[in-house]
């Protein structure tokens, strides 16, 4: 076992956990933040994408372990005050998701997209989600999502 001190949207977090553990297995199983997915047991669909640092990471292939001391952000703290995120309410308002169980992770993905690249050509847009995998939309409103929020 290893203990862990993570910060994960903005609440300090102390946990002990087996040295094997994958990080999305600690968010979901013993933190109950569902909100980040398992799609695949090949690290091919990107449900399970989360911020680590800031940046996109898809949560299945890291070890719960390897975050000590990391600052965390799931898709449950992408809100605000009961207020979507701009690109949580872009996906809604382009119907960009059906089903919707891919859709935390392309959302996270989204939002450090826009922070790296403030205004991604559609190319840029779908190179980016290359690491997702969307088995309903046909993918074309998560890419109309990702416009809307850049203007
Ligand atoms: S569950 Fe992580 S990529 Fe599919
Ligand atoms: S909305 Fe169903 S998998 Fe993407």
């Known amino acids: 076992m290893v203990k862990i001190s993570i910060n994960i ?3 300090a ?3 002990e956990v087996e040295d094997n553990a994958l990080l999305v297995e600690l968010l979901r199983d013993k933190l109950g933040l569902t909100g980040t997915h398992v799609g695949c047991d090949t690290s091919q669909c990107g449900a399970c994408v989360i911020h680590i640092d800031g ?3 898809k949560s299945c292939t890291v070890l719960a372990a ?8 799931t898709v449950e703290g992408l809100a605000s005050e009961g207020k979507l995120h701009p ?3 872009s996906f809604q308002n382009n119907h960009a998701l059906q089903c919707g169980f891919c859709t935390p992770g392309l959302v996270m993905s ?4 826009l922070k790296k690249n403030s ?3 559609e190319d840029d847009i779908r190179e980016w989600f290359e690491g997702h995998i969307c088995r309903c939309t046909g993918y ?11 203007t």
């Open 9 to 11: 949207n903005d609440r």
């Open 13 to 15: 977090y102390s946990e």
């Open 55 to 57: 940046n996109s990471v």
């Open 66 to 73: 390897q975050v000590n001391g990391k600052d965390l952000t």
């Open 87 to 89: 690109i949580q309410k």
């Open 110 to 113: 989204a939002v450090d997209l």
């Open 119 to 121: 205004s991604p050509s």
């Open 140 to 150: 074309k409103n998560i890419i109309k999502a990702v416009q809307e929020a850049i």
